[in-house]
């Protein structure tokens, strides 16, 4: 929903990024304000994912010129885990398998590690309990699944459906999902969007990175931004995500090259 | 990456320190003069004498091991100190108020308590300070039951046909030359015996503690649980800081009769040289149990941080029908640290049953290998052994390996082995860190619930004692 007086919440300015050496962001520029839902779309190697891991915090990601503001704050400066509780949230692509921690035991002390940024004291296990029990129903999820170790053994949409859980216990300022539609039948996807869209609200923002226009369909974006060679080179409405997929990416390509070079 | 992972390392070794009290020290070197020397301080009957002495003429005729998976430079037993004992313990106290206050502060700045109204309640704590036994906790309370729980010096004064009976049945004097080593110059330890049919009515524990920095420890512990008893027993252990290597060559032996079960936990913390690998403890101990009887059980479970080398496999020889062996194990390596350690399981009775899960943490530079042998003997019909050897790497530059050795002499038997090797990476951090965990608490998530299994198995005391000491040990390894 856009509401041109809202805050802004994110604000990047021309980003430039390496990885091993290699710039893969060159130029990167965009604002995001409350109550607003962003696709970043763009073929493999466009910079999508790595401007997200960049955001997060990744250390393999080394910020090489501009900045990132997020809600006033200058989130370079800020550790992969401070950038957490602060309010960014990055659903994982390929989310994490961790042996022998519970998914329980790892959402309370996500939870609680966010409440002691905010200076609130812990919650304990009983409390914590009840808490998770309601955010299930956002995704559909049985309880049996905090019991088991985080991601081992969870199927594509499990993994996918653990994310957003975890987004509905911690309630980021900021969701990136990072292909999150990726790997997932449609009823998958159906449960996948539904819960993205039970926690937008207007003090909220979300970016989804994807390569389809397909899970767009439930979660319908306000803007959409195109990404080729590390920037954003077109943005548009939903009707943009529509248009490339039927006319494919090439013309957006084309018309950004001759936009270029004339 | 490597230089992030491994800069969470290094946590300073806070059992460091060296309490100043006048020790009453033989010369250095080993000879026969020696061994009857510390025979003679310790006025032992002249069986224990005849026991020594053969051993070590046993010792003259062995060699070092050089199998293990270890480096180390060639050890000078003529430059060791074979008995060290604090002067004020010469004479027999008769109660823990005659114990030297600076020891009880030694004991208490270890957090082992054993003044009365400190000590720990529920645990008989027998604290061993270099080579004597200084004190241990609820005797009497113990004694109404008929379990008896002292140091081997005095178990030799009072009750030296039990110890004639049992000492050297398990581990032979010949067995290996660390342990010939010890049965020829071991200068105290713990003594358990556990009538028919009694449980235990508290845990027993063992602090040892090594302070001289020449000296080496030689401990030898013998717990003897008659049929239908039970005793669950925990040892620790800690050393000051100094640059020099120090020998530990303890010996361990339980024996379980029909029905009897013993639940022996370790707790290993020695110190382990700094971070180029100077000083620390060599620790070369050989720890085995005998089921004797039928449906007897043997469990050993470890929690092993210390050590510069620690060389060492609690092991269960299975001769009663139905016994049980089993072994837990947590080992963990840091800096330069290197571990060879794992399990024996001799399969001799029918139906009897072994165990064995081995997580294994390797950090920094250090080597961590389990090394295992499960043998099934001819008459072990239907015979069952399980083992699990988990490696967990921190870092690049760390090494784990598993030897598993199994030799099955009965077709009935069955054998199962898994084994993995996982890395804690910068992925699986950064994971942790999007959710707004920290490095550090990301590890020691990782960690405990890798080693859960085994952690399980320790008292519960010692469950949360062992999950913070890892934590601890691996500060920095991350970040």
Known sequence: MINENSDIILSVRDLRANVDGTEILKGLNLEVRAGEIHAIMGLNGSGKS???????????YEVTGGDIHFKGQDLLELDPHDRATAGIFLAFQYPLEIPGVSNRDFLRVAFNAH???????????????????????????????????VNEGFSGGEKKRNEILQMALLEPALAILDETDSGLDIDAL????????????????????THYQRMLDYIVPDYVHVMADGRIITTGGKDLAKELESRGYEWVMKEFRTGVTA | MSASVQSLVSQPYKYGFTTNIEADVIPRGLSEDVVRMISAKKNEPEFMLEFRLRAYRKWLTMAEPTWPNVKYPPVDYQNIIYYSAPKTQAKKLGSLDEVDPTMLETFEKLGIPLSEQKRLANVAVDAIFDSVSI??????????SGVIFCSISEALQEHSDLVEKYLGTVVPIGDNYF????????????????????????????????????????ERTLIVAESGSSVTYLEGCTAPMYDSNQLHAAIVELVAMDDASINYSTVQNWFAGDENGKGGIYNFVTKRGLCAGKNSKISWTQVETGSAITWKYPSCVLVGDNSVGEFYSVALTNNMQQADTGTKMVHVGKNTRSTIISKGISAAKSKNSYRGLVKIGPKAEGARNYSQCDSML????????????????????????????????????????QRGISPEDAVSMIISGFCRDVFNKLPMEFAAEADKLLALKLENTVG
């Open chain 1, 190 to 209: 159906k449960t996948v969007a539904g819960g993205v869209n039970q926690l937008s609200t207007p003090d909220n923002a979300v970016v989804l990175i």
């Open chain 1, 50 to 60: 790595t401007f997200s891991k960049v955001l997060a915090g990744h250390p393999d």
């Open chain 2, 394 to 433: 921190i870092g690049d530059t760390s090494s784990a390996n598993t030897f598993p050795y199994i030799q099955v002499q009965n077709s009935t038997a069955q054998v199962e082995h898994e084994a993995s090797t996982s890395k804690i990476g910068e992925d699986q951090l950064f994971y942790f860190a």
């Open chain 2, 135 to 144: 004190a241990t906790t609820y005797k009497e309370k113990l004694a109404e």
């Open chain 2, 179 to 218: 342990a010939a080593l010890n049965s020829a110059v071991f200068s105290d330890g713990s003594f358990v015996y556990i009538p028919k049919d009694t449980q235990c009515p508290m845990d027993l524990s063992t602090y040892f503690r090594i302070n001289n920095g020449d000296s080496g420890q030689f």
């Open chain 1, 115 to 149: 409440r002691k940024a905010r200076g609130e004291d812990e919650i304990d296990v009983f409390d914590f309990d009840d808490l998770i029990e309601e955010k299930l129903d956002v995704v559909k999820m049985d309880a049996s699944f905090l019991d088991r170790s």
